[in-house]
């Protein structure tokens, strides 16, 4: 029997997949890396010197041979839209657990009807393992100031730019409109409007935007009414006026560097108690493979629970001391 203790990073080649596949290296972990470019993928494992696999997402008996020795897959190949299904199947068919760091609602709801088969195969399913991290746990530390606490208000300032890749995946979360839990449901909000959070030291209005706390953070709160906010138009408002191949790959560490991005996290309890605190981390591509990576790592050390989970569901606020240079700081 083959012993499963490596990690498979899908999607390697792509820039944050780069960027995960360095951050394994840096931690020592044991992986290999795979995507559907054979001379992207061949280069870098030359350069980070671990072992390859090039084939398609819909290479059935390619993905059985690449998961055979694995633990654990992150998926980076993203828009997820058309790579989730069918990684999420290769990993229930091998017994891996999943990963991935989409930023699509759909992707996530996928995962949560995934939930009895990842059960049935033991493993755990996580979508939204990159910044969600952050936001999940400042959700769940939130959550834990107040009794019984029924709604959640989140901000999201970010900082640093957008990649190409979430340029063109961030579509499929424009397409959805302003999409909001109330008393436990996913509903359309017509009439939202921008609100102002603080994110310590100054205030910004943010745009009523459906980031994925509606489904992750429900998973590991159960608050009934949730809403999001983002500082900024989503990316693809922008696309009818640019071509993506004339796009730039994503912020150049420089440009990640010069800058924060920040989650602000209001909580309101039974009895109109109110607490808030503020998620400060690196800007959101560095931050991102310091996040999944931390993740893997726990789940090759065997720290898991299986089933349909999101990032706090599994790890809770905990999981935010093995990442760098990111705090929680109360309101
Ligand atoms: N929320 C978060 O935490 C977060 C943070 C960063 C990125 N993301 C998301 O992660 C995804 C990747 O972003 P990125 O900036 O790394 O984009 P990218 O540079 O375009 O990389 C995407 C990678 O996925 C591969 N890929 C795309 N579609 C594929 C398909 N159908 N089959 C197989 N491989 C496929 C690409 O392969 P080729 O090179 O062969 O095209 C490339 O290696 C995006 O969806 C982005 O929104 C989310």
């Known amino acids: 029997m083959t012993t499963k203790n490596k990690l498979l990073i899908y999607g390697a080649a792509g820039y944050t997949g780069t960027m995960i596949s360095e951050r394994a290296k840096e931690l020592n972990l044991d992986f290999e890396i795979a995507g559907r470019e054979k001379d992207k993928i061949k280069a870098l494992a030359e350069t980070l010197n671990v072992l390859y696999h090039v084939f398609t997402v819909d290479d059935e008996a390619a ?25 999420m199947k290769a990993c229930l068919q091998a ?13 996530y709801q996928l995962a949560e009807s995934l939930d009895q088969k990842a059960k049935g195969a033991d493993i755990q399913l996580i979508s939204g393992a990159g910044l969600f991290v952050s936001y999940d746990a400042l959700a769940i530390y939130v959550a834990g100031k107040v009794r019984n606490p029924q709604k959640l208000s989140v901000g999201f300032r970010h900082f640093g730019g957008f990649s ?14 302003v999409l909001v839990r109330r008393d436990g449901e996913i509903v359309t909000d ?13 205030e910004e209005e943010c745009l009523p935007t459906p980031l994925g706390g509606i489904i992750i953070s429900y998973k590991s709160t159960g608050i009934p009414n949730i809403e999001e906010y983002f500082s900024l138009k989503l990316p693809a408002a922008y696309l009818p006026d640019l071509y993506p191949a004339t796009l730039p790959d994503g912020p150049t560490a420089e440009e990640r560097a010069a800058g924060r991005n920040a989650l602000s996290a209001e909580v309101i309890g039974e009895n109109g108690e109110v607490f808030r605190a ?31 989970q ?11 001391n093995e990442i760098p240079d990111i705090r929680i700081i109360d309101l």
């Open 63 to 87: 993905w059985q041979k690449a998961l055979a020795n694995k633990q654990c897959l992150i998926n980076a190949a993203g828009p997820f839209r058309y790579t989730a299904e069918q990684a």
């Open 95 to 107: 017994g891996v657990h999943y990963l991935d760091i989409s930023a699509e609602l759909e992707t």
């Open 164 to 177: 190409r890749g979430s340029v063109i995946s961030s579509q499929n979360i424009a397409d959805l409109g």
């Open 190 to 202: 017509t009439e939202a409007k921008p609100k102002t959070f603080r994110f310590v030291n100054e």
């Open 278 to 308: 503020v998620m400060d981390t690196p800007s959101g591509y560095t931050f991102t493979p310091l996040a999944v990576v931390a993740v893997a790592n726990r789940i090759l050390n065997n720290d898991f629970k299986i089933g349909y």
């Open 310 to 320: 999101s990032p706090a569901s599994a790890y809770g606020v905990s999981i935010i």
